[in-house]
């Protein structure tokens, strides 16, 4: 009988290693639109929702999505980074990054959340 248990418990893992595997990183990346008082950025991951928070700030901001994976917010004042992303998974619920979009963040930079999906 522990040799099934032991087998069941094997699959198991073998299951949940195979699975993680296929995961892929979040990553945004800034358009070549983006400048200091407007943020494009382009998500490798289909993701409902996109939001912001400045440094100093209390709220988030939501961009607007204008393609498909890209998400954009325009301002009449110059932002202010690092940025933390907030962002609504397909089925999945929010997650945050903190910080991930740095103040001086480049234009064609890709930025890793650390978050897998």
């Not at 979040?26 to 983006?34: A, H, R, W, Y």
């Not at 933390?84 to 991930?100: A, E, H, P, Q, T």
């Amino acid at each position: 009988m522990a040799s099934i248990s032991s087998f069941l418990l094997a699959a198991a893992v073998a299951t949940l290693f195979v699975v993680g595997s296929y995961a892929t990183e979040l990553t945004f990346k800034v358009n070549e639109g983006s400048s200091a008082t407007s943020l494009e950025l382009i998500t490798n991951v289909a993701i409902s929702e996109v939001e912001i928070k400045e440094k100093g700030a209390s709220d988030w901001t939501a961009l607007k999505e204008s393609s498909s994976n890209t998400w954009t917010i325009k301002s009449g004042s110059p932002l202010k980074g690092p940025f933390s992303v907030r962002f609504l998974v397909k089925n999945g619920g929010y997650r945050v990054v903190d910080d991930v979009i740095p103040e001086s963040f480049t234009a064609g930079s890709v930025y890793k959340s650390g978050i897998q999906l």
